[in-house]
């Protein structure tokens, strides 16, 4: 099994990414292959609503998410993490998130070609916020859960956190510890 990290912050070493990290080593540690994607180090285009992708299967924009879908495709789970950005998830993660359209044909149904990969794939996530109330990530919550049950992905649940300062919370034991259960958990064998 391939537990692949989304990690969606622009500040590397940052809060998202020691909670990843945490999340890959638990995934490890259940046996899995690991990976991470850093999307603030890729060339990520938000979706045009052209719809060629409806018909194709296939995004008219040629950037780097074409490698990141091959690698979606791959993994048996996919585990995103994310800051708050003003009350939402970062651009990088958003304009990751729109670019998920390729997989769908115009009923929002999975494409033919895609079924059998992403049929029952696993999807977590984290967040990160400077507020200390971490349900301040609810909206970035509701985005994530409202696209694993309109496709019926397998929604593994998330890791909230608050910190502010970068690095900061690889003091809190607690979130280390969730995030750590919640890669376990992706790549845990199916019962
Ligand atoms: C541009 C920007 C906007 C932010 N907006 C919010 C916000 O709306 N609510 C909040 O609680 N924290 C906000 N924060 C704080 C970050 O969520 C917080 O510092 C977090 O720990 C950053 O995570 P990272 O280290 O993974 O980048 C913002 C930070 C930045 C840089």
Not at 36 to 43: D, G
Not at 45 to 57: H, S, V
Not at 112 to 118: C, G, L, N, Q, R
Not at 135 to 144: N, Q
């Amino acid at each position: 099994m391939k537990v692949l990290g989304i990690m969606g912050s622009p500040r590397v070493g940052g809060n998202s990414d020691v909670l990843l990290g945490q999340a890959l080593e638990g995934a490890k540690a259940a046996g899995a292959d690991v990976k991470k994607i850093i999307l603030a180090r890729k060339e990520i285009a938000g979706c045009r609503d052209c719809k060629k992708c409806n018909k194709t299967g296939i995004c008219a924009l040629k950037d780097d998410m074409a490698e990141i879908q091959e690698q979606i495709l791959e993994a048996g789970a996919v585990i995103h993490s994310v800051p708050v950005y003003f009350w939402t998830m970062t651009s990088q993660m958003k304009a990751y998130l729109e670019r998920w359209c390729v997989f769908f044909d115009a009923e929002w149904k999975w494409q033919k070609a895609y079924y059998p990969k992403m049929k029952g794939k696993r999807i977590g996530l984290i967040t990160v916020c400077g507020d200390p109330d971490p349900h301040t990530a609810d909206p970035i919550v509701h985005s994530f859960r409202m696209t694993a049950e309109m496709t019926r992905l397998n929604w593994l649940g998330c890791v909230m956190a608050s910190a502010t300062d970068k690095g900061e919370i690889a003091g809190n034991e607690a979130a280390l510890s969730e995030a750590f259960d919640l890669g376990k958990k992706a790549a845990a064998p199916v019962s």
